[in-house]
């Protein structure tokens, strides 16, 4: 579910960022943008801006909503940190240390002597 919601949400959120490029500014037109020498707006004189408003709209809308359900999901999610999961573990158990070497070390000095 949560794979599913960050894909709507990354779709959303490009989408968003075309929508709100395409629109055109207060007193500029779409055309001249895109390279368009023309004083009309490349959807006709009376623009459309409201389709892309709307469209616009409903896709902030759908973006909130994932992000919200995402934050939901997030907040509710019961993972351990690593942290967390080294403190529950047990620890080991030490093992008794067998001496390599069992003769009782001598000097050399008492040896040649």
């Given at each position: 579910?949560?794979?599913?919601?960050?894909?709507i949400?990354?779709?959303a959120?490009?989408?968003?960022?075309i929508?709100v490029l395409?629109?055109?500014?207060?007193g500029?037109s779409?055309?001249?943008?895109?390279?368009g020498?023309?004083n009309?707006?490349?959807f006709g004189p009376?623009?459309?801006?409201n389709?892309?408003t709307?469209?616009?709209?409903?896709?902030a809308i759908?973006?909130?909503?994932t992000?919200?359900s995402?934050?939901y999901?997030?907040g509710?999610?019961?993972?351990t940190?690593?942290?967390?999961?080294?403190?529950?573990?047990?620890p080991?158990?030490t093992s008794?240390?067998?001496?390599?070497n069992s003769?009782?070390?001598?000097d050399?000095n008492?040896?040649?002597?």
């Amino acid at each position: 579910m949560t794979i599913f919601l960050v894909t709507i949400h990354i779709i959303a959120s490009i989408m968003i960022i075309i929508m709100v490029l395409l629109q055109a500014g207060k007193g500029s037109s779409l055309g001249a943008a895109l390279g368009g020498g023309s004083n009309q707006t490349l959807f006709g004189p009376t623009g459309s801006g409201n389709v892309l408003t709307k469209i616009t709209t409903g896709l902030a809308i759908v973006f909130m909503l994932t992000s919200i359900s995402l934050a939901y999901m997030s907040g509710k999610s019961t993972s351990t940190s690593v942290v967390d999961k080294i403190k529950q573990e047990a620890p080991l158990e030490t093992s008794s240390v067998t001496e390599q070497n069992s003769e009782p070390a001598t000097d050399n000095n008492e040896a040649a002597n």
